[in-house]
């Protein structure tokens, strides 16, 4: 063969194990997902807090898994054993830190989708339909939300401060 043809066929190749490995990763992965969706303060009041990411339990993952099933896109890849494969996976080296992550990015989607309903929320419409002991408390908690984004707020600039003077 011509070397740029053999070249060329050799990034086709490439190409298509990349996306091969991509989407199987992806479906490997997708059980998790749960574990990582960030809820919006749609239908409810913003200045509550949100409720926290479900926590996570190897135990009861693996129950769940092993009664719903890895998926059709995995169950016909993978001949073997795919439930020691995740048993595997959660024992591994690797997976607390990428858990971790992921966790720490979901966490801080979820209090960005907060934060912008929070400032965006009609606060008159809000409290119109309240009873007087229900404003007091929603004054409550959008007075801490306020003291939150003042620390906040000082917390940055102390640290671009620091940053400008290293």
Do not use: C
């Amino acid at each position: 063969m011509l070397p740029r043809v053999e070249e060329s066929m050799s990034v086709v190749n490439n190409e298509i194990l990349r996306r091969h490995f991509l989407e199987l990763t992806t479906n490997f992965l997708a059980p998790f997902g749960p574990y990582f969706r960030a809820t919006t303060p749609e239908g409810s009041i913003p200045f509550i807090d949100p409720h926290p990411l479900p926590p996570f339990d190897a135990d009861e993952f693996l129950a769940n898994l092993s009664a719903r099933g890895v998926g059709k896109f995995l169950s016909k890849r993978m001949k073997s054993n795919w439930l020691d494969l995740y048993k595997r996976f959660l024992k591994g080296p690797n997976f607390m830190p990428w858990f971790q992550r992921r966790l720490t990015i979901a966490e801080q989607e979820q209090n960005r989708l907060w934060r912008q309903a929070r400032m965006t929320a009609n606060i008159n419409l809000l409290i119109s339909k309240m009873p007087e002991l229900e404003i007091v408390d929603y004054f409550n908690a959008i007075e801490r939300h306020l003291y939150g984004e003042i620390q906040l707020q000082k917390q940055h600039v102390l640290a671009f401060k620091h940053t400008w003077y290293i």
